[in-house]
């Protein structure tokens, strides 16, 4: 006769299996965030609570995985790769927004960042494609502008000895290399007008617009050319506006590096090349 053996399985605590649920709708409400964001299916602020919420509920699966494998610890229960998978989703969705608020304690409170503090370029096409909800147009003058030298001191105007026709190309080719949306560009004319591209960039992950002018002045030895960047909603940007402006104007300084010149210099008189008495013609 052959003996029967019994193998008793050990009990799943309920907390981790609803830990690794809860993790799971957290991911899925996320990802259904960002893509509301991206694709402006709803209005910023109703999508930007989705998200809050999602990020809130992470927490939840987080706190609750935490308890789980206090039981399991305590009354030797199965279950502790659901609670572990449960921390694991909850850390991945609330890193990158422990990240931001890091950075959000030492930097100010400001949304929007221009090279020249004192008289920032202007929107104009730009003014009249924002929704009324948006964050208002004009500089906040120099308050802001203080506290913006203190955080970003290295930001400031890029003075260049190419011509405005010459800086103009090289701003709109990194502006298009960047595939952001041109709503506006203005060539530079000589002592009429000044050169301007107004654009809409968009944030890595959720896709937030965000609003850039940059401006091409002509001066007596080349060009000037100042550049603004501003979120369009909230009134802390985690210092996103500061960085694409200072990679910005780092791209376009390369970009008329890079350029030919449009006419050679005129070589010194004496010099190989250049026109002597003997090889000018008779008159």
């Known amino acids: ?16 299996i609803w830990a690794r649920r809860i993790a799971g709708f957290a991911f899925v409400a996320t990802i259904l965030a960002v893509i509301i964001v991206r694709s402006g299916l ?7 609570v989705t998200f809050a919420g999602a990020l809130a509920i992470a927490v939840l699966a987080l706190l609750v995985a935490f308890a789980a494998l206090a039981v399991i610890w305590m ?5 502790i790769g659901a609670a572990l998978s449960a921390i694991a989703i909850s850390l991945m969705l609330l890193a990158y927004p422990a990240y931001l608020g890091l950075k959000a304690y030492r930097l100010p409170w400001i949304y929007d960042i221009t090279t020249d503090p004192i008289d920032p370029p202007r929107y104009e096409a730009l003014a009249r494609l924002r929704p009324r909800d948006a964050n208002p147009i004009t500089y906040a003058g120099l308050y802001a502008a203080e506290q913006q030298r203190t955080a970003y001191p290295d930001i400031g105007p890029l003075g260049t000895n190419a011509t405005a026709q010459a800086a103009y190309d090289a701003v709109l080719a990194v502006v298009n290399k960047r595939r952001w949306r041109v709503v506006d560009a203005r060539t530079p004319q000589a002592g009429r007008r000044e050169g301007r591209i107004e654009a809409v960039a968009r944030t890595p992950i959720m896709g937030f617009r965000d609003d850039v002018v940059v401006r091409i002045r002509a001066e007596p ?12 909603y909230g ?7 500061a960085a694409r402006l200072r990679s910005l104007i780092n791209e376009i300084e ?7 010149p449009e006419r050679p210099p005129t070589p010194a008189p004496g010099k190989k090349g250049a026109p002597t008495k003997k090889d000018q013609p008779k008159r």
């Open 1 to 16: 006769m052959v003996a029967r053996r019994y193998f008793h399985s050990e009990e799943t605590s309920r907390l981790a």
């Open 42 to 48: 709803l209005e910023i602020q109703p999508a930007l």
């Open 75 to 79: 009354e030797g229960l199965a279950g």
């Open 221 to 232: 030895d080349g060009a000037r050319i100042d550049a603004r960047s501003s979120s369009r």
């Open 235 to 241: 009134s802390f940007d985690f210092g996103t506006n």
């Open 254 to 260: 390369d970009a008329i590096r890079a350029q030919k």
